[in-house]
């Protein structure tokens, strides 16, 4: 027998079971999960209702609060919101990950998949909230004459 036929349906066969194993890593390459957090007054509010959107999709959180979202190359609005405590609106810019972009070139070799997942947002978000402004619904500010016990 030829020792040089058997190496070489062996590597393809390692090749092609190791490209099974790196692609099945990845279940859903347009998903990432965000933290989301609301601080007011330097201290973090909890039960914190919270929007996120892009043009991908809307999604709902308390924070503080772990979600998964769909990425894309458009800015993540968040919207939050708590009754008499306060609210806030923020937005972030969608980045480049290389180290995805890298990886979809060499594994995948799509294109189409490059322009979608090589965007992301950070990890954590952190809502900086404003108190109500006086005369808003949701103020803590009472009446007068109406007792507080």
């Avoid at 995805?100 to 995948?108: D, E, F, K, P, Y």
Wanted: aromatic content about 6%; overall charge neutral.
């Amino acid at each position: 027998m030829n020792r040089f036929f058997y190496p070489a349906p062996l590597a393809l066969a390692c090749g092609i079971g190791l490209a099974g194993c790196v692609t099945a890593v990845d279940d859903d390459p347009t998903a990432q999960q965000v933290e989301v957090h609301a601080i007011l007054d330097h201290r973090e509010v909890a039960g914190v209702g919270c929007l996120l959107a892009n043009d991908a999709g809307r999604w709902f959180v308390v924070a503080p609060g772990r979600v998964t979202i769909v990425r894309s190359g458009k800015p993540l609005a968040v919207s939050c919101k708590r009754e008499g405590i306060g609210s806030a609106d923020e937005r972030w810019d969608a980045r480049y990950d290389r180290n995805r972009l890298i990886g979809n070139l060499l594994i995948s070799a799509g294109l189409g998949n490059v322009v979608q997942n090589g965007y992301s947002y950070p990890a954590t978000l952190t809502v900086s909230m404003h108190a109500p402004k006086a005369g808003e619904s949701g103020s803590a500010e009472t009446v007068a004459g109406t007792p507080i016990f």
